[in-house]
């Protein structure tokens, strides 16, 4: 080889190495994981734009890009775009995406169990949710409870506790409740039912036709940040608190199992991260955005805000327990979950005691 060759080729590695640099660097990519790129789909039960949910997902979606340097990208669909809003749990589970996000609740058609993972009646509320699915074992238990639908669930979002629904007359007692018909899902709608309501599921965008037409009742949404922008207050002014039918409802991301197992170590990690950071996030969105739609609602669109009278309140928890039975009697992971939620639930009243209910009564001393 000449002295030119071995020149050229000197400064050629030269080149290449700093190039290579440069490329890693823009990247950000540590080695480990900047070997493979990974371009996956996840697809939401929301309508496109939905606000704190919808944004929630992309806001995860991007951080996961930004994390990973690029390694794992993931390409953000609202409900119907790639997939309709009630068949995200089957594609995330055969692999026609690798992930998804909703609500467990919306699966207890297949899992009854699943409503626990979301919210359940007089419930615990986000703290509480948060504190049994990280540190409390609930998350193992999701974990155990999916897996035999090749899916791995995250907490994902949580709406905080939400409004009790808009009726178009005063509800005095339990008895007015009876023979109406209202938007419920879920346990809640179960539990209503006992009062006589006749519990309707309806997707967000019908709700409000199917109130202004009387097709409905009533209707119970999420709060009055997301109400509001329904319009719900123009087909029915009286604004009843609290949600006792989903008091912290956590919502999921889900991850196709064979997906979930061909990612490195490192992405893992970021996914796991980045999914509870959208958590804190959402539900952050809505304690701050809360209280200045509902005084719109009140002040410009004369909405009337009431409590439930406590004698409803403590009739609906009577009826919630014996739905829970019930449901409990015809299905054993029912149960199971049932068990292991009411036993973390009872420590966390317990400390709640001494702790933040404690602490809220300092407030109105
Ligand atoms: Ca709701």
């Not at 949910?53 to 409900?79: E, T, W, Y």
């Not at 319009?231 to 999921?252: M, N």
Request: glycine share 8%; hydrophobic share 40%.
């Amino acid at each position: 080889m000449s002295d030119n060759n071995n020149m050229k080729r000197r400064q050629f590695i030269k080149r290449a190495a700093v190039a290579g640099s440069i490329a890693a660097g823009a990247a950000l990519s540590p080695s480990v994981y900047a070997a493979k790129r990974f371009n996956w789909k996840l697809t939401t039960t929301w309508p496109p734009n939905f606000p704190i949910f919808q944004d929630g997902v992309k806001r995860f979606a991007d951080d996961v890009k930004k994390m990973s340097g690029g390694a794992l990208n993931i390409q953000v669909f609202a409900a119907g775009e790639l997939v309709p809003a009630m068949q995200t749990f089957d594609a995330v589970s055969q692999g026609t995406v690798q992930m998804g996000h909703g609500a467990g609740y919306y699966w207890i058609g297949k899992i009854p169990c699943a409503a626990f993972f979301t919210s359940v009646p007089f419930g615990m509320n986000a703290q509480g949710m948060n504190a049994w699915l990280y540190s409390g074992g609930g998350l193992e238990l999701w974990r155990e409870i999916y897996a035999p639908h090749n899916l791995v669930p995250f907490p994902m979002g949580n709406t905080g506790v939400q409004m009790g629904g808009w009726f178009r007359k005063e509800i005095k007692s339990i008895e007015d409740l009876k023979g109406l018909k209202m938007r419920i899902p879920g346990l809640g709608g179960k539990v209503i039912a006992k009062a006589g309501v006749n519990p309707v599921l309806l997707a967000g965008g019908e709700i409000y036709t199917a109130l202004e037409r009387g097709t409905i009742d009533a209707t119970e949404w999420v709060g009055p940040y997301h109400d509001e922008r329904l319009g719900l207050y123009r087909a029915a002014k009286f604004y009843y608190y609290p949600g006792w039918q989903e008091p912290g409802p956590t919502l999921e991301l889900t991850v196709n199992r064979k997906a979930w197992e061909d990612l490195p170590a490192e992405l893992k990690m970021i996914v796991e991260t980045a999914a509870m950071a959208s958590n804190m996030w959402m539900l952050s969105e809505f304690e701050a955005k809360n209280l200045d739609a509902l005084d719109k609602l009140k002040n410009k669109f004369n909405v009337q805000v009431y409590a439930f009278p406590d004698d409803v309140l403590r009739q609906l928890r009577q009826f919630t327990t014996e739905v829970l039975n019930e449901e409990a009697e015809k299905d054993k992971d029912f149960k199971r979950v049932l068990d292991a939620y009411s036993a973390f639930r009872k420590t966390n009243d317990a400390w709640s005691v001494i702790s933040e209910a404690a602490y809220a009564r300092t407030q109105s001393l």
